[in-house]
């Protein structure tokens, strides 16, 4: 055979096998990590042994954060205001007829904030400005020759009070009734209280009369209805005779609410 044949490359042929170049065998050099890679601990959980822990710390602060923004958002709460009007109404209705003593069973599907916002708003806006008008026709019943001011200072106590009373109160009771291990709902106690100052409101209307005997007997009724109202369904949460104080608690705040107002804005 041809000595060109036999002295042909064939390193560049297709198929064959380069020769191993044991000089770059030991090229690799494992580099140390830089100052700034975060060194993660070994895994001390319930996995120890299989390697280190991960990066979890940022995920846990996010839920943190996603569950702290989801009470500050307004739209958190809009489920609680998807109410018509005809349950609205049944709900005013009920709470014009305290005996039943069933208000949590028919808001049980569906809990509103309705009440507590727009009820105890309009209560605010009728004390302030219907006491304004009784204390002039009082004054004009009495001294019809000196002048009247109207009382700005109405709005600010009348907000006060009754913004207060609608928030904390329910509150106090929820978390009473939650360290007695009663399994109570806050956003039904709000409902409850919120519509509980229905009454109220019908009650400052007439309380414009100039007639003080029949103003008295108009709080005296009125206060009995709102307060029998809350105590009556409040006894759902409340099974032991032990926490039977706490009905006539509930009774005895709603009660000293209306003759607050009664005392404050038609004197």
């Known amino acids: 055979m041809d000595d060109?044949?036999?002295?042909?490359p064939t390193s560049h042929l297709v198929g064959s096998v380069p020769a191993v170049i044991t000089e770059e065998k030991n090229s690799y050099r494992p580099e140390a990590p830089a100052a700034n890679s975060p060194i993660l601990p070994p895994n001390n959980g319930?996995?120890?042994?299989?390697?280190?822990?991960?990066?979890?710390?940022?995920?846990d602060g996010q839920q943190s954060t996603t569950k702290w923004n989801g009470v500050f958002s307004v739209s958190s709460y809009t489920e609680y205001f998807n109410v018509d009007t005809d349950l609205v109404l049944?709900?005013?209705?009920?709470?014009?007829?305290?005996?039943?003593g069933d208000f949590f069973s028919k808001i049980d599907a569906n809990p509103d904030l309705y009440g507590l916002v727009w009820i105890s708003t309009t209560l605010v806006f009728v004390?302030?400005?219907?006491?304004n008008c009784a204390t002039?026709?009082?004054h004009k019943r009495s001294d019809s020759n000196s002048s009247w001011n109207f009382d700005v200072n109405y709005v600010n106590v009348a907000a006060c009070s009754i913004y207060g009373y609608a928030l904390l109160?329910?509150?106090?009771?929820?978390?009473?009734?939650r360290y007695m291990g009663?399994?109570?709902?806050?956003?039904?106690?709000?409902?409850?209280?919120?519509?509980?100052?229905?009454?109220?409101i019908l009650s400052s209307c007439l309380l414009i009369i100039p007639v003080e005997f029949l103003r008295w007997t108009i709080?005296?009724?009125?206060?009995?209805?709102?307060?029998?109202?809350?105590?009556?369904?409040?006894?759902?949460?409340?099974?032991?005779?032990?926490?039977?104080?706490?009905?006539?608690a509930a009774f005895a705040l709603q009660s000293a609410l209306t003759i607050f107002i009664k005392m404050w804005f038609f004197s």
């Open 182 to 200: 009663s399994s109570a709902s806050l956003i039904r106690f709000w409902c409850l209280w919120g519509y509980s100052l229905f009454v109220l």
């Open 219 to 248: 709080t005296i009724a009125a206060a009995t209805t709102s307060a029998s109202f809350v105590a009556l369904n409040l006894r759902t949460y409340v099974q032991s005779d032990d926490l039977m104080i706490l009905l006539v």
């Open 127 to 131: 004390i302030s400005s219907i006491g």
């Open 90 to 100: 049944n709900r005013l209705m009920s709470s014009l007829n305290p005996t039943t």
């Open 46 to 59: 319930p996995n120890a042994g299989r390697g280190y822990q991960t990066l979890g710390g940022e995920g």
């Open 4 to 8: 060109s044949y036999t002295n042909f």
């Open 136 to 138: 002039y026709l009082m």
């Open 169 to 177: 109160v329910p509150l106090g009771f929820y978390f009473l009734l």
